[in-house]
């Protein structure tokens, strides 16, 4: 079988899995390519996502490691079986990976939740905003990348206003809501068009004000990915040097966590949505 040259962050998510199901069983690579009848090799490649895996071998994977999780096994089977070609392959080539690998996680989830303590979340943003954002990178991008970038972000919009959105919550500062990326018609339209989206049912939009006291979570910035099971969720983090994407149990259980702490102590939907009115109407 060919090995894919850039497996996607979907197809190495199936081998994690695969190679945690493995280890669980307390088998090596070359015991559990002895009970397959395959090389080690080969089950290097599968749990590094570099070759596909059928569904008859999944199942005989899921057997010789004496997993018993019935629901895992037909979730891990459809994530193999996935040909999904979505729009974001046509930026293949165009944009870093990680552009499209998000956009094919926000595909795949069940729910999605965002935690932005600088920055307006990247589904929500208007054009201009988007823009500005890209606009200011060092180095400077060519102005043909930083359009691709800007129609890249519009287009992950489908998730919250295509025919079967996603429930999509997130939590904003009052520093994202403040902080002008272009000038000030720029932020009022981003402004206005939060109040906008934060009024439909699949949106829950909350702000973290200034004046809360005792507030240390500054460093909960995430994008959490709801999965098909809660051990298959994903958070995804800027990190120093690209996107760092967070899928082990017990971490996931911290942002879990963290999430919630931050989300009880921002403003309810409501006073949320009259803040950001009122910044608006401000500028």
Not at 77 to 100: H, I, K, Q, S
Not at 164 to 193: G, N
Request: charged fraction near 25%; charge should be neutral; aromatic fraction near 6%.
């Amino acid at each position: 079988m060919v090995l894919r040259r850039e497996p996607t962050a979907r197809q190495m998510r199936l081998g994690v899995e695969l190679r945690r199901l493995r280890e669980a069983a307390g088998l090596s690579t070359r015991e559990a390519a002895a009970l397959l009848g395959v090389s080690s090799a080969q089950i290097s490649q599968i749990e590094a996502g570099l070759t596909g895996v059928s569904e008859k071998r999944l199942r005989r994977i899921a057997t010789n490691y004496a997993c018993s999780d019935g629901e895992l096994i037909d979730v891990l089977v459809a994530m193999a079986n996935d040909r999904t070609r979505g729009w974001w392959e046509e930026y293949r080539g165009l944009l870093p990976t990680p552009f499209l690998d998000l956009a094919e996680l926000e595909h795949h989830a069940t729910f999605l939740r965002e935690v932005q303590f600088l920055y307006i979340p990247g589904p929500l943003q208007t054009e201009d905003y988007a823009r500005a954002v890209f606009s200011y990178r060092v180095p400077e991008l060519p102005q043909e990348d930083v359009e691709l970038r800007v129609q890249h972000r519009m287009r992950r919009k489908v998730i919250l206003e295509g025919s079967a959105p996603t429930p999509y919550e997130a939590v904003i500062h009052e520093a994202a809501l403040r902080i002008m990326v272009s000038d000030r018609a720029a932020s009022r339209a981003q402004l206005t068009r939060l109040v906008e989206l934060s009024e439909a049912d699949h949106i829950t939009v909350r702000v973290i004000p200034f004046d809360l006291e005792g507030f240390a979570g500054a460093a909960s910035a995430m994008s959490y990915a709801g999965g098909s099971l809660p051990k298959l969720d994903t958070v995804v983090r800027d990190a120093p040097h690209g996107t760092a994407y967070v899928d082990s149990e017990a971490q996931l259980g911290a942002f879990r966590t963290l999430f919630r702490k931050v989300e009880a102590v921002s403003l309810h939907p409501e006073r949320s949505r009259d803040f950001i009115h009122r910044l608006a109407k401000e500028l």
